[in-house]
């Protein structure tokens, strides 16, 4: 069965902290892996990544993919209070289908 | 990315009834999909709604249920029929192959459901 397990389920830190999100996934014809970012109700889009090595920058985000460990990482440097949020991973198997998603990293950020 | 509406943006409904969520896209998609998003849980697809024949329903979701209408590329319907208290949920719509990113998925600004 196809399944996208991230890690960890929750992390709070202070304002001005780096932090890694994980997510790793065993899924048949992997095509891409996507990461949202969730605040109040819609997901908002943020990196599809489709090749291992390619690190992917917006600002203080970044995400990388490495698919021969099935894995994937978001970082997010100089943490503010507005990154608080659930972030999803999410993977894509093949064209016609939807996501399959995981069950999402809450992040906490106290100033 | 293609600008997603839905209608209504939250509603506070009776045990029994029906409430119809419409998604509006403002260019034609290949996909559209409906999900659920229960209290402290992850997105659950409930069905992929069909340009012009039945939605395909994943397990545990059934038509009766959960009635969807695609009568064209940029518009969708999800019915939340007899409702309950465990339908509280926030109801998204999602889109997926707009042209540019054939493989990017988004989603609408979603529908809060209470249910009394």
């Known amino acids: 069965e196809d399944k996208v397990v991230q890690s960890p389920l929750s992390l709070v830190v202070h304002e001005g902290d780096t932090v890694t999100l994980n997510c790793s996934y065993e899924v048949t014809n992997f095509r891409s892996l996507l990461w949202y970012k969730q605040e109040k109700k819609a997901p908002t889009f943020l990196f599809m990544l489709?090749?291992?090595?390619i690190e992917k920058k917006s600002g203080r985000l970044s995400s990388i993919l490495d698919k021969k460990e099935l894995f994937s990482i978001l970082n997010i440097t100089a943490t503010q209070t507005g990154d608080s949020a659930v972030y999803l991973c999410?993977?894509?198997?093949?064209?016609?289908?939807?996501?399959?998603f995981g069950k999402g990293t809450t992040l906490s950020v106290s100033s | 990315s293609a600008v997603i509406s839905q209608k209504p943006s939250r509603d506070i409904c009776q045990r029994g009834t029906s409430l119809t969520i419409q998604c509006q896209v403002d260019?034609?998609?290949?996909?559209m999909f409906w999900y659920r998003q229960q209290p402290g849980q992850s997105l659950t697809l409930i069905a992929t709604a069909n340009q012009g024949s039945e939605a395909t329903y994943e397990s545990g979701f059934v038509i009766d249920k959960f009635p969807i209408s695609r009568p064209n590329l940029t518009f969708s319907t999800l019915t939340v029929s007899n409702m309950s208290p465990e339908d509280s949920s926030i109801y998204l719509c999602s889109v997926k192959g707009t042209g540019r990113g054939y493989n990017e998925q988004f989603f609408g600004p979603g529908t809060r459901l209470t249910v009394l």
């Open positions: 999410a993977v894509d198997n093949q064209a016609g289908t939807a996501l399959i």
């Open positions: 260019s034609q998609v290949t996909m």
């Open positions: 489709t090749s291992s090595g």
